[in-house]
């Protein structure tokens, strides 16, 4: 089983208000963000997904799992959200889960 690499997705919105006054397309791309998402948090490559809601500005966050780096850089570009939005990325040490 190939080594599994953890990365921290931080999802910058265009605007610090963008979660309180997104335009109807904006919602709509943010819509299909949600869906496009929705496989990869069922199938355990996303271990976690979600919005933040920072006094300062609300943004989204994931922890991705995969065992290349290309498929990190497709996830991230087959986004639809990604364009409108744009990405930090942060490889992880560790990620460890509690059960």
Not at 6 to 33: G, I
Not at 67 to 78: D, G, H, I, T, Y
Request: aromatic share 8%; with cysteine.
């Amino acid at each position: 089983m190939p080594d599994i690499k953890h990365f921290f997705l931080k999802l910058v919105p265009p605007r610090l208000s963008f979660t309180l006054d997104m335009t109807a397309e904006e919602r709509q791309v943010m819509q299909q963000h949600v869906v496009y998402w929705k496989p990869y948090v069922n199938d355990g490559t996303v271990i976690v997904l979600g919005p933040v809601l920072d006094p300062k500005g609300g943004y989204g966050i994931a922890v991705v799992g995969v065992n290349e780096n290309s498929v990190l850089e497709r996830l991230v570009a087959n986004d639809p959200a990604n364009g409108l939005c744009s990405y930090e990325i942060h490889p992880m040490l560790a990620v460890t889960k509690q059960n």
